[in-house]
């Protein structure tokens, strides 16, 4: 059993997880980020490693599908980080993933040249392969659009939060007094836009294929290989089903 941010979980898992440190040995816990957790354990002079991350049950189950099947299928196995074990917590509001620690060297510490490039080729690697791949039937049934009618909804429901907020009568503060109204002016304008955009979207798109949904450099990290710098990308919450590139 584990306590990660105030909450207690039950963890039953294999031996090799914390490298034959047995739960006793933890000599540390942090934060790197909001919601992810590194736990460091030792023992008699070892010391070894994991991060976990609480998710939704749906985010869980789809993300678990990237890792142990999508991926895999694609050959792009060992372009994730490891996911070493499942738990949920004793409400089943969450569920944990434990992961392999991939170390905190992210593109967004390092964006060097070389690291910029292995991270595109990763992600164009991971474009082409999926692309008119059988496993993309298994990614709609689990996974959302990212193609026009999400960028439609998306900027529809801004709009509609911003007139609500601009209407309620709440005081923007000083700082932030005319931001609203910038964000308002310029998600209405790609709104009436969309269109075009869907017209263009159409006419230039490729095959359908599998996205990672949230490519932020601090999602990818390069580490060095044998001949060149190595790219995985973590953090496939958000992951999209197939759509029009």
């Known amino acids: 059993m584990r306590a990660l941010g105030g909450r207690l979980i ?19 816990l ?17 010391q070894h490693s994991v991060v976990a991350k609480p998710l939704d049950p749906a985010d869980a189950q789809r993300v678990r599908l990237v890792t142990e099947r999508w991926l895999p299928a694609l ?19 969450s569920i944990w993933h434990v992961y392999e620690d991939i170390s905190d060297d992210t593109l967004a510490a390092r964006p060097t040249p070389e690291r910029v490039e292995a991270a595109v080729d990763l992600v164009a690697e991971l474009h082409m392969r ?8 298994d990614v709609r049934r689990y ?12 900027v529809s429901d801004a709009v509609a ?18 931001l609203p109204h910038r964000l308002y002016e310029r998600l209405t304008k790609l709104l009436g836009d969309a269109p075009r955009r869907a017209q263009v979207f159409e006419a230039a798109g490729g095959p359908d294929t599998l996205l990672h949904g949230d490519l932020w450099t601090n999602n990818i990290f390069v580490t060095a290989g044998v001949e060149r710098p190595w790219a995985r ?10 759509v029009r590139l």
């Open 30 to 46: 942090r934060c790197p980020k909001s919601r992810v957790y590194r736990l460091e354990v030792g023992k008699r002079g070892l």
């Open 10 to 28: 039950w963890l039953e898992a294999p031996e090799d997880l914390l490298g034959g440190c047995e739960p006793a040995d933890q000599v540390a």
């Open 130 to 137: 999926a692309a008119r791949h059988a496993v993309l039937p």
């Open 75 to 93: 050959g792009l196995g060992d372009r994730c980080a490891r996911l070493l074990a499942v738990a949920a917590d004793r409400r089943g509001r």
């Open 233 to 242: 990308l973590v953090d496939w919450d958000r992951v999209g089903r197939a």
């Open 143 to 154: 996974s959302s659009s990212r193609g026009m009618p999400y960028f439609i909804a998306s």
């Open 161 to 178: 939060a911003l007139e609500a907020l601009m209407t309620s009568g709440i005081e923007t503060p000083p700082d932030h007094g005319k």
